[in-house]
Structure formats: C-alpha cells, structure tokens
C-alpha cells in the first residue's frame, strides 16, 4: 500500500517527537541520579568531618545543676553538685584554698608524751684522716648534702710521703731478690749452686714479697687509692697529699676542722648522717611499760607540722627507768620525707598502744557551711572557678578545727575563706524549700 506524501510527513513527524520524549525522560532520570548523589555526599560530608565552634557565644550558666556536673571539664565526681563563678567573681571574694590535714584525736592527745628527735645512730658515718698533717681544704659547709666518693677534704702529711718512700724502697728490693732467686735456680741446675744457696735466696724473695704487700695495705689505709698505688713506680710521683672522700651520701651534720689546721692521726673532720631516717625518743612512764613493746607502732606530731602525723615504730625499749623521772625511754625510728623533722625538736608521741594513736582528717571551722541541715564544704576542681560541694559528716569542733568522719580525705583541696561567699551564690539559685 502506497503512502501519500501527508502521511509520510506525519509519520516522521510522530518518530521524531518520540525520540525528543525519550531523551527528555533520560535526562531528567540523570539530573535526579545526580541530585540523590550529591546530597548523600553531603550528608556524609556533615556527618564524619569535623565541625568547628562557630556561631554566637553562648555564656556559661551561673549555677550548674546536679545533672548536669558530668559534662564539665572538671574532676568533680559524676553526680556531684558545682558552682561556676564568672573570674572576677571569683577574684573579688577574696577565695584562699587549703589542703585537708589530719591531726591526733582528742582522745589520743591526752594520751600523747613528749619526744625528741635525733639522728639515726647507725646511718652517722665520721670523716676520718688516717694520717696526721696539715689540712689544705674542706669542701663542703654544714647542712650540706655530699654524695658518697666525692672528695671532700684534702690533707698533706709527711707521714704519707714516707710511707710512699718505703713502698718504693721495698719495690726496689724485691726486684733484686727476685733477679737473685732467678739466677740461684739457673746455677743449681747446672751444679754451680748448692740447694741451701736457693732456699736461703728463695726466702729472701718471700720475704720481700710480704714486705711490699705490707707497705702497699698501709698506703691504701692511709687514703691511696688502688689506682694511684699501683702507678707508683718512682720517687718523682711521691706526695704528700691526700684526698678524704665522703664514706657516705647524707648531709654534713658535724665539721670540726678548717683549712690550714694541724690535726693528729684519727682525727675526725666532718660526719656525714643520712636524714631520710630518724629516731625520736620518747618518755614512757612506769605504769605504762607493759604495754609498750618494740614493733608496736606510734604516731608523731609536732607544733611546726600541724597538719603533718608521722607514723613508726618502736625499735628499742630502754630497760632502766629514771629514778627522778620514773619513766623509761623508748626509741621510735620513722621516715623523714623531705628532712622536715630537725634534729633536736620537740615533738609529741602518741604510742598505738595506748589507743587513739591513729590520726584522722580535720578541716578548718571556716571551710564548713550549713545548707538545708547538711554540713558541706566546697572543694577545687581543675578548673579555678568551678567548685565542688561535697556533704560531710563530722565530729565535734575543737581548736578550730573539725575531725572528717565522711566526706573528705588527707590531700582534698578545699575552701576556707570565701567559702560562705560561695554559699550565698549556690543559694541563689537553689533556694531552701524550692
């Protein structure tokens, strides 16, 4: 069947329409492909990049609420009541912190005798010079600490010189009596010696063998080192000095002598105490020797350290009683962190057997505030205006100060002036019935 020339036209028209739809259809199916693309991008661009802070500053809130404590930047426990205070709040009310202490109970304080402390006898070592002569130098001043093998004083003495001289001498004539021995073998050997001739020259080796054994001791005693002995091969290297070092590291507790002085054999120069260790020795009275005993443990405290119990133990129970007296010295040996207990204070003890000689923690009557019938101080936090307020529970006041039965430890930081401050500003915002 023929087509008009109409229909043709149509026909092509009809085809050229459909293909036009058709790639309108696909582009647009493209253009949401590539929307749905980028926006997952996006999205995952939003999500796993980190954002920055930006936007309006927002200030803190005055108070921060129980719940939301966790949040903070603090060492604040989880759950626990803060205040936030602006800087200038801060520095306005006058705040000052101190450290939780512990003190002696009143119980033990009437039970406590008095002590003094003393250097630990068996950590003393004197500086002696085995030779006597003159002194050149001395080192190190009182009070100050020495390490052990350094060289601390210097002294020159004759006696030094001629023990150098004799050791050399002696040398000397070992080597000729060992030449002596040598060839008296050789000799016996070949007939031209008789035995007697080799024993006799084989005795006089020995003998000046023991000799120089001998004089090298005595040059070690007397402050040679092994070193400088055995460099010793002429009289050229003889001298009269010696250096003394410290036999010890410690602290210089004692110095009798200054340079240019002349001091005798034995003399003592200086005494080196390690003060890590100390003795206290306190008074126990008659009618409580029974119930002292070495080992026990006891507790110490003294005017200078008011926050400070040290604690040891009972090393040794004097076993005569003062006839004036009636009492009886015990010795307590206890750790000296930091060398703050000095020799010759006056110190309290307080002996475990007596009972109440365990100290507890105290804090200032100032640093207490009362809110909706608890006791609560308020504590640092890592953050200088942000504080935390803890309840406590304690004992009855004395001396300005309360004993801790729950609440706070030894080493807390704590609020003691402007701590009331900081009760008006957590009232504010937390007023009692609300």
């Not at 939003?46 to 108070?63: C, D, E, K, Y």
């Not at 020159?156 to 002596?180: G, P, T």
């Not at 003062?322 to 000095?342: C, H």
């Not at 308020?378 to 406590?392: C, E, G, H, K, Q």
């Amino acid at each position: 069947m023929t087509q008009t020339p109409e229909e043709t036209k149509e026909q092509s028209e009809s085809t050229v329409s459909r293909s036009k739809e058709s790639r309108t259809a696909k582009t647009a199916i493209v253009a949401v492909v590539a929307v749905v693309a980028v926006a997952a991008i996006a999205l995952l661009l939003w999500l796993f990049i980190p954002r920055g802070s930006g936007g309006r500053p927002v200030p803190a809130p005055r108070n921060i609420g129980t719940e939301q404590t966790s949040n903070q930047g603090n060492n604040a426990p989880s759950g626990e009541s803060t205040l936030t205070l602006a800087p200038e709040e801060a520095q306005r009310a006058g705040i000052k912190i101190e450290t939780v202490g512990q003190r002696m109970s009143a119980e033990a304080n009437g039970q406590q005798t008095t002590g003094v402390v003393q250097a630990n006898a068996y950590r003393e070592t004197p500086v002696l010079s085995l030779v006597g002569g003159i002194v050149r130098s001395v080192g190190p001043e009182l009070g100050q600490s020495v390490r052990k093998g350094q060289p601390i004083a210097v002294v020159s003495s004759n006696d030094l010189a001629d023990a150098q001289s004799k050791y050399l001498a002696a040398v000397a004539e070992l080597e000729e009596h060992h030449k002596h021995h040598n060839r008296a073998e050789r000799l016996v050997e070949i007939g031209a010696a008789s035995r007697e001739e080799l024993e006799l020259a084989t005795s006089k080796f020995k003998a000046a063998e023991s000799e120089v054994a001998n004089l090298r001791q005595r040059l070690l005693l007397l402050g040679l080192s092994s070193q400088r002995v055995s460099a010793l091969r002429s009289t050229s290297q003889i001298s009269s000095e010696v250096s003394l070092p410290a036999p010890a590291s410690g602290t210089v507790t004692s110095r009798t002598v200054n340079s240019g002085e002349v001091i005798e054999a034995n003399k003592e120069l200086l005494r080196v105490t390690d003060l890590s260790s100390v003795w206290v020795v306190g008074q126990v009275y008659e009618k409580d020797l029974g119930k002292v005993h070495v080992g026990s443990g006891a507790s110490i405290t003294t005017d200078a350290y008011p926050d400070r119990v040290f604690r040891g133990q009972i090393s040794y129970v004097d076993p005569k009683v003062d006839p004036q007296t009636r009492t009886a010295q015990a010795r307590i040996e206890l750790a000296n962190p930091g060398q703050q207990l000095k020799i010759g204070m006056y110190v309290n003890v307080a002996f475990a057997a007596f009972g109440g000689a365990e100290p507890t923690a105290v804090v200032p009557v100032a640093a207490v505030q009362n809110i909706d019938t608890r006791q609560v101080v308020f504590l640092t936090t890592s953050d200088p205006n942000v504080f935390a307020m803890r309840p406590v529970r304690l004992g009855p006041e004395s001396n300005g100060y309360y004993p801790v039965l729950e609440g706070v430890s030894v080493g807390d930081r704590i609020v003691t002036e402007g701590s009331f401050m900081l009760r008006a500003e957590w009232l504010k915002s937390h007023p009692i019935g609300r």
